[in-house]
Nanobody, 115 residues
Framework: QVQLVESGGGLVQAGGSLRLSCAAS????????LAWYRQSPGKQRELVAS???????NYADSVKERFTISRDNAKNTVYLQMNSLKREDTAVYYC?????????WGQGTQVTVSS
């Protein structure tokens, strides 16, 4: 399995921006889908955004027009640019790599949005 390490989380005021990074331990070129999920206390983990090996992206309705997922195959890294952050975006954000039969997760990075 690929090892994933997230970074870039932190505390930000509402309306601010953060960029999350997810560094992979090996080439991500052939990984079918890379994605960001998030989980708030008492809630189920939910998909935030995903990107295929071909560059096709998908977003949760709640983050469309605010978040952008991208991948840099040369750096083995996937990013999540988060703009116009809202309090409801507060969560632990997890990176995921889906490459059947493997499905790998990072340890998560906390994002806290204050009013």
């Amino acid at each position: 399995q690929v090892q994933l390490v997230e970074s870039g989380g932190g505390l930000v005021q509402a309306g601010g921006s953060l960029r999350l990074s997810c560094a992979a331990s090996r080439s991500i070129y052939s990984i079918n889908i890379l994605a960001w999920y998030r989980q708030s206390p008492g809630k189920q983990r939910e998909l935030v955004a995903s990107i295929t090996s071909g560059g096709i992206t998908n977003y949760a309705d709640s983050v469309k027009e605010r978040f952008t997922i991208s991948r840099d195959n040369a750096k083995n890294t996937v990013y999540l640019q988060m703009n116009s952050l809202k309090r409801e975006d507060t969560a632990v954000y997890y990176c995921n790599a889906f490459a059947p039969p493997d499905n790998s997760w990072g340890q998560g990075t906390q994002v806290t949005v204050s009013s």
